[in-house]
């Protein structure tokens, strides 16, 4: 069977494959406990993602910087727009301690868009990065950026940080882009990924399917991202957030996200993550155990000494960030 035969099989209701786990432990409780001492915002409730059970359960969350609005509106995002709040600058350290108390080793970090800010909150993202490191320097971050407008020297600023991976969704192919993505370009977001991997720090990248692309069209992303040194990509069913957002055109079968993960790695991704509830976050430490990154495995009593820094709780993070 073609892969074009395997696309034709279309599925108008949701299928058994899409079934979602509930949460159902302890860890659930504490992760959400936690997210909401320190006033925190996740991706997951933001975005109504279906794995928010299975990824509190085991401990992790994808936290939301920035605010919980964002300036742009493209059509397949839950995420609320509008005009954002002014940047809170102790955001960092709720950040940093949050993930102290629960005891992660890997974070996602992502954000809304910011195009309402003079640098598109790439500063308060750079001192974010570095004060969860100067925190937790045991833990290792994926940085899941927005397009910043591709101005390099607000990228820079998030390269500078030094996360562990930084990862930019092209979210669809490119004829789809102009339909479903809010002021961000097909080329540009390559740009942007072109510049993370240009500085020798892993690029990650991800797309929905599902949302009336072909095949081709898929295959062709992967050469896209693999043309400007984009080494781990994830591939997940598109599901409509609302009524009001871009309507699923086809539920995916997971034979097809089977096959894109072997074309994928054949193609010469070093990771692919490629199935129905896969989300750019979901199972992202597994994705930085393969790049071979140290985690160390050090529990916070066990952490370096980190020389000449202040107690966290004596910086003026805002300061800081305008320095
Ligand atoms: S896949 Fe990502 S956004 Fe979804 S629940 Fe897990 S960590 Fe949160």
Redesign the pocket.
């Known amino acids: 069977m073609s892969t074009n035969d395997l696309h034709n099989i279309k599925y108008k209701r949701k299928p058994d494959w899409l079934k979602i786990k509930l949460p159902t432990t302890y860890n659930f409780t504490k992760v959400d406990k936690v997210l909401k001492t320190y006033g925190l915002h ?3 409730v933001s ?1 109504k ?1 279906p ?2 059970g299975e ?1 509190w359960d085991a401990g ?3 936290i939301m910087i920035l605010g919980d609005i964002c300036t742009r509106a493209c059509k397949f995002c839950a995420v609320k727009t509008g005009k954002p709040l002014p940047p809170d600058y102790e955001e960092p350290r709720r950040v940093a301690e949050a993930i102290n108390q629960l005891g992660l080793q890997h974070v ?1 970090l992502t954000s809304v868009d910011r195009d309402d800010l003079p640098d598109k909150g790439s500063g308060l993202w750079a001192l974010t990065i570095k004060t969860i490191k100067r925190f937790n320097p045991w833990v290792t971050i994926e940085a899941l950026i927005p397009d910043f407008d591709a101005v390099p020297e607000y990228l820079d600023k998030v390269i500078e940080a030094k996360p562990e991976i930084i990862s930019h969704n092209l979210e669809t192919v490119r004829r789809l882009t102009p339909i479903l993505r809010s002021r961000a370009t097909y080329e540009r977001s390559l740009k942007v990924l072109k510049n993370i991997a240009d500085s020798g720090i892993t690029a990650k990248s991800g797309i929905m399917v599902g949302l009336g692309e072909t095949t081709d069209e898929v295959l062709q992303t992967m050469d896209d991202l693999l043309s400007v040194g984009v080494k781990i990509i994830t591939i997940g069913q598109y599901l409509q957030p609302t009524p009001k957002h871009y309507p699923v055109q086809e539920y995916i079968k997971p034979e097809v996200f089977e096959y894109y993960r072997r074309v994928g790695l054949e193609k010469g991704f070093e990771y692919v993550e490629s199935g129905p509830l896969v ?1 750019s ?2 199972h992202a430490e597994r994705q930085v155990k393969k790049q071979r990154i140290d985690l160390r495995n050090l529990r916070p009593d066990q952490a370096p000494e980190i020389p000449n820094t202040q107690p966290l709780e004596n910086i003026d993070l805002k300061k800081k960030l305008l320095e």
Request: hydrophobic residues 25%; charged residues 5%.
């Open positions: 996740t991706i997951c975005g993602c794995n928010l990824c992790t969350a994808t996602v989300r976050s979901y």
